[in-house]
């Protein structure tokens, strides 16, 4: 159990029972293994179980690396200036 702890592929929690007791639940964090064999290889694809927090934190990180290097306000305003501002007129 713990090396599944490890690799993230079990999550551990304690709890308290109504006499005080402590003790631990296991929860898998796993969706989905699927094994394929085929013409003497193999191909693993798991799927992991994510957070509704994980899965916001995923979506923000890869929407922030497909962005320009500049931000961008509320209003949708980009605030990059790295290019020419110069008046070529």
Do not use: C
Not at 21 to 32: A, D, P, Q, S, W
Not at 47 to 55: G, H, K, N, P, Y
Not at 64 to 70: N, V
């Amino acid at each position: 159990m713990n090396e599944l702890a490890e690799y993230d592929l079990l999550t551990e929690q304690q709890e308290i029972d109504e006499d005080g007791h402590h003790f631990k639940t296991f929860e898998t964090t796993l969706k989905r293994v699927v094994f394929e064999i085929d013409d003497g290889g193999y191909n693993i694809d798991i799927q992991m179980r994510q957070s509704l927090v994980d899965q916001f934190e995923s979506f923000w990180s890869e929407f922030e690396q497909s962005q320009p290097s500049g931000t961008i306000d509320l209003e949708g305003n980009a605030t990059d200036r790295s290019f020419d501002e110069t008046n070529h007129g």
